[in-house]
């Protein structure tokens, strides 16, 4: 579990995060939404220490991220994996290569070990026979499993997505929806998803925070977003056309279910 504790970060005399709270569960799909600009991304960068506040707590498990001394902040970073936006994969590695480099960097396993580790993560993204090939050689659904097989190699504690289904297709973003949700209830890690994408929000979320103009505005999960009486939340969801259907099918059968 990620607990934070009325952070506030700002930039040239600009506050973007106000006094946010939140709580982020084990074992759980947690979601940061918001429009672009809201704060979303600053948040999880400060919460993954890549952005330090200016004030406020970042607990893992209870242990203050904000008050860690150098070498307790490199024993935490072994405990977290990072799936990045573009899958940032290394295009002169295979994709065997790609998912044991944390392994080899900072596992202190042994070559063999390091091998079955990979193989295993690989497996388990349904990558079996990908291994010698490169990135430029496979699609970009591919490319986002290689990521999440590396992310997950380092059996981490806490796992951190920014925009995992950028520049994917629909049925391709469902698959890696899917395989984020199974692994986290898998080894019960704490996932926080950074994302706008209201598929990802209605399929997967479990616990959502909603981040309108830097504060946290709304926290709930997929089943009760479309109840908020919340303008901004309404507005982010019902966007667009289709889920303004959505919306008016879900009222509209709601009031026929009553008279029932």
């Known amino acids: 579990m990620i607990e934070v504790k009325n952070i506030t970060k700002s930039f040239d005399g600009k506050t973007i995060l106000h006094d946010i709270s939140a709580t982020f569960y084990s074992g759980k799909t947690n979601l940061i939404i918001g429009q672009s600009g809201s704060g979303k991304t600053v948040l999880m960068k400060s919460i993954v220490g890549l952005i330090r506040p200016e004030q406020g707590e970042i607990l893992y498990d209870g242990r203050d991220y904000l008050k860690m001394d150098g070498n307790q902040i490199k024993a935490i970073r072994k405990e977290i994996g990072m799936l990045f936006q573009g899958s940032a994969l290394f295009d002169s590695e295979t994709v065997l290569g790609n998912v044991m480099f944390p392994l080899v960097m900072f596992s202190g396993m042994s070559q063999e070990e390091q091998l079955e580790r990979a193989h295993f993560c690989l497996s388990r993204v349904n990558l079996v026979g990908a291994e010698n090939k490169y990135p430029s050689e496979i699609s970009g659904g591919m490319q986002k499993r290689v990521a999440i097989a590396r992310a997950i190699a380092l059996k981490p504690r806490y796992l951190f997505c920014d925009e995992p289904n950028s520049g994917l297709d629909p049925k391709t973003s469902i698959v890696i929806d899917e395989l984020l949700s199974d692994i986290t209830h898998e080894y019960d890690m704490t996932t926080i998803i950074n994302t706008h994408d209201m598929n990802s929000v209605l399929g997967i979320g479990e616990n959502i925070v909603f981040i309108d103009h830097g504060h946290k505005a709304w926290v709930g999960d997929k ?36 008279q029932k």
Not at 224 to 235: G, H, M, P, Q, W
Not at 238 to 252: D, N, S
């Open 223 to 258: 089943g009760r977003i479309f109840k908020t009486t919340n303008e901004a939340l309404n507005d982010f969801v019902f966007a667009t056309r289709l889920f303004q259907e959505v919306k008016e099918y879900i009222v509209h059968h709601g009031e026929a279910d009553e």
